[in-house]
């Protein structure tokens, strides 16, 4: 943060200026004057933002006491925190906080196997090992803010596993977007936007309506170049969001309320042996900490798959990074509830593709057959010729997969905690090998249409890729995920596969002709999605191309998901690049982010590809995916440099697809109660209450059911469907007051709704919390906050509450 004694700060108030003796940093402050509050308490969201964020700045002016500050116009300190509109609409909300003039340091954890062994690899050719902590003062403004995009949690189908079977039923940790803007101090027209959200991937349509709903809110500020748009890769939120028909299929179209196996082997030895391990073991990190050295923030970049919980979990959460960002918000700030945190931990995917959070293995689950518990068979990922029973099982897996959700999301928390802990001393230390993160910030997209793309491969040679398809291996799933019927992976020959399925793939796409079948060989092609238009495209086409910079930090903006050796091909091509052009020295270090603002599936290398398993068939257009985007992300790389010259050649983006969408989910008719039962909208059912005969101890499960209504009514985004509270006071009954101590977003909390009859309207909520260790002992309960449809549509609030329970 810069000191405001000695210059002065920015922050963007959208178009006015104003002198005052106190910087907007209420933190720095906190201790000389009770009478602040904070700032996220003083804003009515009913009344324009910009006017309460001005009404706070007067506030803040006329408090405090000098140094001498101005506020001026353009610099991202007051950051947008995205909420999302069912997860395809974005809302704008004020900061959380304001940060002037951070300083920003690059760290590497080095290997981390020892936290997360058989499913994270060691990061070769791109900087890693050679990349230690530093710190540079004052070159860089940031904001940083964390939104609520949790959807509809009942009757609608979830992203990830494309199974029509996975309909949400509740609850158990809120979907976030955490969003990071970093600008020159000096020329802060020159900034990025990076949105790291808890959704299973990024999408055209999704991304359109940020661009436009920002570049209206700050007209020539926030542009289509400058914002990226990077899925978590988690499968256990809300689908139904993506603009193309594909993945919409299981989730009864668009909803506007709202992974693979290993592969080892197939990539050359001797470029396999430069490597450690065969998955990148290292975390990479970027802290933003204030004048003071302390941290307010961060984005790490690791792979592995959001995957830890089940196919058969139909709970909204946010996975493994969602986790590993709760904890990490929390341990820095355990009073506030989550999202309502200063500090923003952000954790970023890489390149996922072949990662997996189960690192027990896979194992078949085949009850009464010979090889039920025993390893699935390796190169096709079956049991007994069949992938259905062939399942990942992760480090909890003898408790539940929740548990092997925390236990991932855990280890990668202590991860970037050991970065974030380490001192920043020494950094001139001769051999230490640290980096400063200096110099400008630069982004670059493009648009890129990948079905007929030619290009010319490093020997000189052209290539072209193909219009997206899918291949058997494909429809086999993989051991996060299996398949279903006889669909296996490594399908790789055009030889006839099931007859049967040779008939029904024309009958769900068009038939590829010969110049496709050659293009995609030898990828048998399963479903021809580049030719399939109706009612409209089921797959994308063209897509985001998009590179961002800060200093010597480089991140690559993917549309799709990156094998471990597609990523390592991929960061080393751009770096050498980097450093050929002069544009970054030997010290540029890149990453990559996805998958991001397009979902085009996953890149696999030519040498993946041949065998076809699910990311080699998985891989759309074709067998030079890779050298393709490898060609377009190099060739970019001239535009961020400190002064670029020209414009990068840019395909037409691609057709807006959402209003054509369709939905087939129907909407909440009415919620009624039972007749003649005396019970209404959130009283305890006759399902039970808490138990009020005994205490609960650490460890137990506190349950209660009430007469509930349809969550689909409101989302009640920023708010909570629960609340675990306890009576504070030193008297108890009338003198004591009720604090909410847990809320739906805390992984020791779950939501649960079931339909008790579609005729009537009824269902019933269940309200669970896990008494965690350290919960201080007293009286506490439980709350349900819902909402009631009435046949004329009228939806009426309605808070429900349990008897009052014991903790010892």
């Known amino acids: 943060m810069t000191n405001a004694s000695s210059s002065p700060g920015r922050a963007s108030l959208r178009g006015w200026s104003l002198t005052c003796k106190v910087p907007l940093s209420y933190e720095n402050n906190r201790n000389r004057s009770a009478s602040i509050p904070r700032l996220s308490n003083l804003i009515d969201k009913s009344v324009n933002t910009f006017d309460r964020i001005h009404m706070l700045a007067y506030q803040y002016c006329y408090y405090k006491?000098?140094?001498?500050?101005?506020?001026?116009?353009?610099?991202?300190?007051?950051?947008?925190?995205?909420?999302?509109?069912q997860l395809a609409m974005v809302v704008y909300q004020l900061a959380r906080r304001t940060l002037l003039g951070v300083s920003v340091f690059l760290a590497s954890s080095g290997s981390i196997s020892s936290f997360l062994p058989g499913s994270v690899s060691k990061i070769a050719g791109s900087g890693a090992g050679s990349v230690g902590i530093s710190q540079v003062n004052g070159q860089y403004l940031l904001g940083l803010g964390i939104g609520d995009i949790t959807g509809p949690v009942v009757e609608t189908n979830m992203m990830g596993y494309a199974s029509l079977a996975q309909t949400d039923s509740g609850l158990h940790m809120r979907q976030r977007s955490r969003a990071f803007i970093v600008a020159e101090a000096d020329n802060p027209s020159n900034r990025i936007l990076f949105i790291n959200s808890d959704i299973a991937m990024g999408d055209t349509g999704v991304r359109r309506t940020i661009v436009s709903s920002l570049t209206s809110l700050y007209p020539g500020i926030y542009t289509n170049e400058n914002i990226a748009f990077v899925g978590t890769h988690q499968h256990s939120g809300v689908g139904g969001y993506l603009e193309n028909l594909l993945p919409q299929l299981t989730a009864l179209g668009y909803v506007n309320a709202s992974a693979s196996a290993i592969i080892t082997g197939t990539n050359p030895e001797e470029e396999r042996a430069r490597y450690e391990f065969d998955q990148d073991k290292d975390m990479t990190v970027v802290r933003f900490d204030d004048e003071n050295g302390a941290g307010r923030g961060f984005l790490s970049f690791f792979a592995v798959h959001g995957t830890s919980l089940y196919e058969n979990n139909t709970l909204v959460s946010a996975d493994n990074k969602g986790m590993a960002a709760f904890l990490y918000e929390n341990m820095i700030e355990p009073d506030a509830m989550p999202g309502n945190t200063t500090f923003v931990a952000g954790f970023v995917q890489a390149n996922v593709g072949d990662t997996s959070p189960n690192t027990d293995g896979a194992f078949c689950e085949s009850p009464g057959e010979a090889w039920d518990g025993q390893p699935c068979e390796f190169e096709h990922s079956t049991c007994g010729n069949k992938t259905e029973d062939c399942h990942g099982r992760g480090p909890g897996f003898r408790i539940s997969d929740f548990e092997s959700n925390r236990i991932i999301g855990e280890l990668q928390f202590?991860?970037?905690?050991?970065?974030?802990?380490?001192?920043?001393?020494?950094?001139?230390?001769?051999?230490?090998?640290?980096?400063?993160?200096?110099?400008?910030v630069r982004s670059v997209h493009v648009y890129l249409n990948m079905s007929f793309h030619e290009f010319t491969l490093a020997n000189g040679s052209t290539a072209r890729?193909?219009?997206?398809?899918?291949?058997?291996?494909?429809?086999?799933?993989?051991?996060?995920?299996?398949?279903?019927?006889?669909?296996?992976?490594?399908?790789?020959?055009?030889?006839?596969?099931?007859?049967?399925?040779?008939?029904?793939?024309?009958?769900?796409?068009?038939?590829?002709?010969?110049?496709?079948?050659?293009?995609?060989?030898?990828?048998?092609?399963?479903?021809?999605?580049?030719?399939?238009?109706?009612?409209?495209?089921?797959?994308?086409?063209?897509?985001?191309i998009q590179l961002m910079r800060v200093g010597n930090f480089v991140m690559l903006i993917m549309p799709g998901e990156l094998t471990t050796m597609s990523g390592r091909r991929m960061?080393?091509?751009?770096?050498?690049?980097?450093?050929?052009?002069?544009?970054?020295?030997?010290?540029?270090y890149v990453v990559i982010a996805g998958p991001a603002n397009t979902y085009a599936h996953y890149v696999a290398t030519r040498e993946e590809y041949?065998?076809?398993?699910?990311?080699?068939?998985?891989?759309?257009?074709?067998?030079?995916?890779?050298?393709?985007?490898?060609?377009?992300?190099?060739?970019?790389?001239?535009?961020l440099a400190e002064n670029p010259t020209g414009t990068p050649a840019s395909d037409a983006p691609p057709v807006e697809q959402t209003s054509k969408a369709i939905s087939l989910q129907t909407g909440v008719v009415f919620d009624g109660v039972t007749p003649f039962s005396g019970k209404n909208f959130g009283d305890v059912s006759s399902d039970g209450d808490v138990r009020t005969s005994s205490a609960y101890s650490v460890g137990d499960t506190v349950r209660a059911w009430f007469i509930g209504a349809n969550p689909r009514n409101n989302l009640r985004l920023e708010q909570t469907f629960l609340s675990v509270e306890h009576l504070t006071g030193s008297n108890a009954g009338d003198d004591g007051s009720w604090t909410m101590v847990?809320?739906?977003?805390?992984?020791?909390?779950?939501?649960?709704?079931?339909?008790?009859?579609?005729?009537?309207?009824?269902?019933?909520v269940t309200i669970s919390w896990n008494i965690e260790n350290g919960t201080p002992s007293?009286?506490?309960?439980?709350?349900?906050?819902?909402?009631?449809?009435?046949?004329?549509?009228?939806?009426?609030?309605?808070?429900?509450?349990?008897?009052?329970f014991m903790v010892a």
């Open 65 to 85: 006491a000098p140094p001498s500050f101005t506020i001026v116009r353009d610099a991202p300190a007051a950051l947008l925190a995205l909420q999302s509109h």
């Open 571 to 588: 960061r080393e091509a751009v770096r050498a690049e980097l450093i050929s052009k002069g544009i970054i020295g030997d010290d540029a």
């Open 414 to 440: 202590e991860g970037a905690k050991s970065v974030m802990e380490s001192s920043l001393v020494d950094v001139a230390e001769p051999g230490a090998g640290r980096t400063k993160v200096t110099g400008p």
């Open 778 to 804: 007293g009286s506490y309960r439980l709350r349900y906050f819902g909402d009631s449809k009435a046949l004329d549509g009228n939806i009426t609030p309605f808070v429900g509450t349990s008897s009052t």
């Open 742 to 764: 847990r809320s739906d977003s805390h992984p020791s909390t779950t939501f649960e709704w079931v339909r008790n009859s579609t005729i009537l309207g009824t269902s019933t």
């Open 610 to 639: 041949s065998v076809q398993r699910y990311e080699g068939a998985s891989t759309l257009f074709g067998p030079f995916t890779l050298e393709a985007y490898i060609d377009k992300y190099t060739s970019l790389v001239p535009f």
């Open 465 to 544: 890729t193909c219009p997206p398809a899918l291949g058997f291996g494909f429809a086999g799933g993989t051991t996060d995920g299996p398949g279903a019927f006889d669909f296996i992976q490594g399908a790789n020959t055009s030889e006839p596969q099931n007859p049967f399925w040779e008939i029904v793939k024309g009958a769900v796409t068009p038939q590829p002709n010969a110049e496709q079948a050659a293009c995609q060989s030898p990828k048998p092609i399963l479903l021809n999605t580049g030719y399939a238009h109706f009612p409209y495209e089921w797959s994308p086409s063209t897509v985001d």
